[in-house]
């Protein structure tokens, strides 16, 4: 019997070396960076305007830039997920966030916080 997916469910996650876009934070896991970019990409180091931070990048079907990062300061054991800033529509971006979490086989548990939970944060 023929497996049919939706389009929704044909994602295709590409590892890319930088981000071309600004993104902003989206999503805090409680889980190491390591143990999110797991086998889709390469944990490196950078600097921002921010700090530190190590993380990797990645583009969602030729269209959205992601980042998961965890920046020094911020709570040992956590990563963050940043978005493209462009995407503001608080639905898109919770949607976005399922995928991901899915498609990097993360439970919905591990969420900490997420946009939705504080639209103005």
Do not use: C
């Not at 876009?21 to 600097?47: D, M, Y």
């Not at 971006?93 to 591990?110: D, H, K």
Request: aromatic share 6%.
């Amino acid at each position: 019997m023929a497996s049919h997916k939706t389009d929704e469910e044909m994602i295709v996650i590409r590892s890319i070396p930088d981000l071309s876009v600004e993104v902003i934070p989206q999503a805090i896991l409680n889980l190491p960076i390591g143990n999110v970019v797991g086998r889709h990409g390469k944990v490196t180091s950078g600097v921002d305007d921010l700090d530190k931070f190590e993380g990797a990048s990645f583009e969602l079907n030729g269209k959205v830039e992601i980042a998961v990062r965890h920046y020094a300061g911020y709570p040992q054991n956590t990563s963050t997920i940043y978005i493209d800033r462009r995407i503001q529509d608080l639905g898109e971006i919770t949607q976005l966030i399922r995928v991901i979490l899915r498609e990097f086989r993360i439970s919905e548990a591990s969420l900490e916080w997420e946009r939705a939970d504080n639209p103005d944060y």
